[in-house]
């Protein structure tokens, strides 16, 4: 799945030349769940305030140990690296 990211933080990050994923997120949380309780979690999750826009964003394969793939919206492959230079910090 995709990871969302809402429509106010995608045009904000773009106006500003930011990556939604090298920025601050809070009140954010990744779940590494059985593949057979995943649905029963998300369903939970999702009865919850908080927990309303969960999402199932990918799963575990293998390959690489410590290497993260993302595919992208347009069906390409991105690797996840740890971010560099000056982060955007937080603001609150």
Do not use: Q, W
């Not at 995608?10 to 997120?25: F, H, K, S, T, V």
């Not at 995943?38 to 290497?67: Q, S, Y």
Request: aromatic fraction near 4%.
């Amino acid at each position: 799945g995709l990871i969302p990211v809402s429509a106010s933080v995608r045009n904000g990050c773009e106006l500003m030349g930011y990556d939604p994923m090298n920025i601050a997120n809070e009140g954010k949380l990744v779940a590494v769940v059985d593949p057979g309780e995943a649905e029963a979690v998300l369903e939970a999750m999702r009865e919850t305030e908080l927990g309303r826009n969960a999402a199932i964003i990918g799963t575990a394969a293998g390959g690489p140990a410590g290497r993260v793939i993302m595919k992208t919206s347009f069906g390409g492959e991105r690797v996840v690296d740890l971010p560099y230079g000056d982060l955007l910090p937080r603001i609150c």
